[in-house]
């Protein structure tokens, strides 16, 4: 079985693929002073509760944390007795290599939720991703990643405002009945809530206009759900989408040879 791990700047997430469906999925906060024997001991412990047998045999990994890939190489290495593939590294092959300035580092997980957009829809899209950061990435139509946009996530906001307002509390983003609010909370959601919509559809219109194709609009992450039930803002929302975005490129990975 296949282990697909996505560490963002705020989680990180295991997905066990038996090479038709994810059998499961595990979230744990990331922590760079996390050790391999302590992923194993959360891993092993979720998986008995699922009843699910570790027979982990490969693994993809794709960080935006560079300091915790030292610690998952060695758990890969210790208790699945593998070498995991990771993304952005020069021994893992892309379907396209990126079209950036020259010296970029595109975040890996662009790159993955570019090849795994691409797998699924082809054409020119671009995906919204709302994770520490929302970040939107620009796929032409040959599965190249083109640029994007990189803007301040959704909870960062929520997070700047209450440290730097000594009035304002700790809020959860959600949907308000209203715009107009009339508690200081529902002020704060409304402006989170309302302010991202627009911030979205303002950007990807902006898109849209400068790349002169047509394109269509993907959302993920765990927001994305919420965040299209306040407007048409995109044409499809699939929670999965990075994880499969492992499962292309480690297929194109064994495909070429490499592994
Ligand atoms: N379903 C959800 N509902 C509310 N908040 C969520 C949900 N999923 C993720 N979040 C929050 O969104 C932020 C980004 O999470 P995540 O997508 O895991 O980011 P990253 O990939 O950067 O680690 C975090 O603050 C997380 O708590
Ligand atoms: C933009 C990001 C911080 C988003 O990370 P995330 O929200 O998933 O934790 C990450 O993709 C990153 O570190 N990118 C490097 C710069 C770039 O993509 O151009
Ligand atoms: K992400």
């Known amino acids: 079985m296949l282990l697909c791990i996505d560490c963002g700047n705020t989680n990180t997430v295991f997905s066990v693929w038996d090479g038709t469906r994810f059998l499961c999925t595990l979230r744990t906060s990331t922590e760079h002073q996390r050790t391999a024997d302590q992923y194993f001991v959360w891993f092993a412990a979720l998986m008995a ?11 993809i990994l794709s960080s935006t944390v560079p ?44 790159l993955v939720n570019t090849a795994g957009a691409h797998d699924r829809h082809g054409g020119d899209l671009i995906v919204v ?24 996530g959704v909870n960062l906001s929520l997070e700047a405002l209450h440290h730097a307002a000594a009035a304002l509390p700790h809020v959860d983003v959600s949907k308000p009945q209203q715009v107009i609010g009339t508690n200081t909370v529902a002020c704060m959601q409304s402006g989170v809530f309302w302010g991202y919509i627009g911030l979205v559809r303002g950007i990807c219109d902006r898109i849209r206009g ?44 064994k495909d070429q040879g490499v592994i």
């Open 210 to 253: 400068e790349y002169d194709r047509p394109m269509r609009v993907i959302g993920t992450g765990g927001l994305a759900s919420l965040f299209s039930q306040g407007d048409v803002l995109f044409d499809g929302v699939e929670d999965d989408l990075t994880m499969h975005g492992l499962t292309v490129i480690h297929q194109y990975n």
């Open 49 to 59: 509760h699922h009843k699910i047998p570790v027979e982990i045999t490969e693994c």
């Open 67 to 110: 300091r915790v890939v030292f610690n998952l190489r060695v758990l890969c290495d210790r208790y699945f007795d593998c070498r995991p593939l990771v993304v952005g590294k020069p021994d893992c092959l892309l379907p396209r290599p990126p079209r950036v300035d020259q010296g970029t580092q595109v975040g890996p997980d662009r």
């Open 129 to 152: 991703d709302f994770g520490t950061a929302t970040t939107f990435d620009v796929v032409a139509h040959d599965g190249a990643y083109v640029g994007g946009v990189i803007a301040p």
